[in-house]
Structures are given as C-alpha cells and as structure tokens.
C-alpha cells in the first residue's frame, strides 16, 4: 500500500517540478534548470508549498480519473492513466487494462498516439508493481501492442485510417529500443552514451519527439520517464534531472516518472520537503489506499 500511496504522491511532485521549471515551462533547456536549481540550494534543500509549486492539470486530471477507477466513469491519456495501471496490475488482468486503458484515452485523445501512450504508460505502471525488471518493460509492451490493435479493429469503426499512426508508434518505440541496445538476448543492459549530459539528452528527446519538443506526445512522453527511471539507476535527483528539468513537457515526463519511481522505491529516496506540503497530497494518498485496497480485493 505505501508503495501505491507513494506512487500517486511522486506522480504529483513530478508534475509540480516540471510544470513550473521555474515559471518558464517549455522555454529554458534543462541545463540552466539546474544551474538555477543548485542556486537555491538543491532538490534536498526545497519546499514545494501548493503557492508557489502547484501541480497542473496533469495531476487534476489523474486524480479525477482515479476518482472514477474507484468510483465508476473516468477519462485521461498518457499521464492520467498511471492509476489505471494500479487498478488493474495482475496479468491475468491485462485485457481489461487494454481495454480500459485505451477507452479512457480514446476519450481525451482519439488518436493513436494518443491512446496507445495511456496503454503504454499503464502497462508500464503493472510492470513496476509485478516486478519486472526495468529494462523488460518496452520489449513487453511492443508485445501487447498487437493485442491492443485486435480490441480496437473490433471497436473502432474507422480503424484503417488509424494504420499509418499506429505504425509510426510502433516504429517509434522499436527505434528507441534499438537505441538502447534492448533486444531478446540483451534485456537487462540497457546501453546509453558515454556523454549525456543535459545538452546531449535534450538533443535526444528532440529527436524522439515528432514536434521537437520533448514529451509532447504519447509516444515519447511515457518514453522519456522509462528512459530516465532505467538510466537513474535509483538517484531520485538523476531522475529528477531526466525527465523534469528539461526543456519540453517536463510536467508531462515527470509526473509518469516520479509515479513509476514511486512504486519501484517508494519515498525513502525523496527529500521530505518536495511531498510533505505537496497541493493535494492528503487526497493522492486517499487514493492510492483505495486503488490498493480494490486491486488486492479483486479476484
């Protein structure tokens, strides 16, 4: 349950530390981010008070769909279906994750990309609470993919003129996966450059994106915070420094990947001050006891 509690807390700390990026989201590259970071003393020196490090509507929008997973009716893409994930983790649960997962993005987002990102980041979410090793998660999910593809030619009337985008999704994430040297035969070494730095990883998610801006879309933004949790190896500031101070949409990156930390490590890793006076944490923390609670109830 901690681990759950954590998880909807760090998704909110994530997003508040991406969203403001000192009241200059999308505008400063991830570099000078933290330079001004270290100015004012360090991630393990701030206090995120809801005046002046509130979330965004990332957050508003995970909270209203978890609201919904533990009550009836809900709706989010990419970085509102982390709860999804809770809800439905154990495998033999997986077709309703796909299912649900993909609907309550369809409603927000009614385009491949944009659906298949919710898919993505639940699925990566019920990895982390199964245990999968990291560096599993994208050759699993490309696997599941087509399983997706099969429920929507049975749902969605207009399937063929989703084809060219379901494929530029796939081929996106087979890309990265390349990249990293991920393969059947090498999945737990992930290989990343001798030089990446904050210059270099900007760069990089640029290149990811389709809009060169990192994490704009559902393809890359649940790409980026499975890119930065394998290469954080643990450091909450490294994995702070991947996917919430750069210079796209950190708030988007950063709430999946402080999520996914969360249910990995939980909060001992995390200074105090970035959560204990977090907007919202009382009802985040509400939240993830219940989606625990029906999840483990659930036979």
């Known amino acids: 349950m901690d681990k759950f509690k954590a998880a909807l807390v760090l998704a909110g700390v994530g997003d508040a530390l991406g969203y403001r990026n000192f009241s200059r989201e999308n505008n400063a590259l991830g570099a000078k981010i933290q330079q001004e970071l270290k100015e004012i003393g360090g991630l393990e020196n701030l ?13 508003l929008m995970h909270m209203a769909t978890a609201e919904a997973v533990i009550t009836g009716s809900g709706f989010g893409a990419s970085t509102k ?3 999804l994930g809770m809800r439905y983790w154990k495998p033999e649960r997986l077709e309703s994750l796909i299912e649900v997962s993909i609907e309550c993005g369809r409603m927000t987002h009614n385009h491949p990309t944009g659906f298949l990102g919710s898919l993505c980041t639940a699925l990566f979410v019920s990895y982390a609470i199964q245990g999968k090793p990291l560096a599993q998660w994208g050759r699993e999910m490309m696997k599941v993919v087509p399983m997706a593809e099969e429920y929507c030619k049975k749902t969605i009337r207009h399937m063929a003129e989703y084809q060219e985008h379901w494929f530029y999704f796939e081929a996106k994430w087979q890309f990265y996966l390349e990249e990293r040297e991920i393969n059947e035969e090498n999945q737990n070494q992930p290989v990343f450059p001798a030089n990446y ?5 900007e760069k990089t998610y640029r290149r990811w994106s389709s809009e060169g801006r ?4 559902g393809h890359d933004a649940p790409m980026i915070a499975y890119d930065a949790l394998m290469g954080c190896g643990g450091d909450w500031t490294e994995l702070c420094n991947r996917s919430m101070f750069h210079g796209g949409e950190s708030a988007a990156t950063g709430s999946i990947a402080g999520c996914l930390f969360g249910l990995v490590y939980g909060l001992s890793k995390v200074p105090k001050g970035l959560y204990q006076d977090l907007e919202q944490r009382e009802r985040l923390e509400f939240l993830g006891e219940n ?9």
């Open 81 to 83: 279906a982390m709860c």
């Open 214 to 217: 990192g994490g704009r879309r």
């Open 47 to 59: 206090v995120l008070s809801p005046d002046k490090w509130p979330v965004s509507d990332n957050t």
């Open 197 to 201: 730095d904050a210059e270099e990883r």
């Open 291 to 299: 989606l625990y609670r029906l999840s483990m109830e659930e036979k």
